[in-house]
Nanobody, 124 residues
Framework: QVQLVESGGGLVQAGGSLRLSCAASGRTGSLYAMGWFRQAPGKEREFVAAISWNGGSTYYADSVKGRFTISRDNAKSTVYLQMSSLKPEDTTVYYC?????????????????WGQGTQVTVSS
């Protein structure tokens, strides 16, 4: 079992920045690819970004490319999502997840463990 806990969400004005963190605990000896997703009420969970187990490869949704940066610190078992130039449409709950598969996958069903989510609200 792997436990994931997100933090860093909050309220920010449009154009501002936030950094989300996701701390992993449990069976983290095997380092997996990790991803960030977001889900608005009544909508499907949407891929945001993913990073390979060693941080060597990163992937982004077109909607956040150039504005968001995913990174990880395996010594701290933590993955980050630096969000800049935030827009009101970025407002939703953000989830981190881990997969034994490839970080190339943007399909939520391929991810094995999920955090509880953190709310990001961007005001106009």
């Amino acid at each position: 079992q792997v436990q994931l806990v997100e933090s860093g969400g909050g309220l920010v004005q449009a154009g501002g920045s936030l950094r989300l963190s996701c701390a992993a605990s449990g069976r983290t000896g095997s380092l997996y690819a990790m991803g960030w997703f977001r889900q608005a009420p009544g909508k499907e969970r949407e891929f945001v970004a993913a990073i390979s187990w060693n941080g060597g490869s990163t992937y982004y949704a077109d909607s956040v490319k150039g504005r968001f940066t995913i990174s990880r610190d395996n010594a701290k078992s933590t993955v980050y999502l630096q969000m800049s130039s935030l827009k009101p449409e970025d407002t939703t709950v953000y989830y981190c997840a881990t997969t034994k598969g490839s970080a190339r996958s943007s399909n939520p069903s391929t991810y094995d463990y999920w955090g509880q989510g953190t709310q990001v609200t961007v005001s106009s």
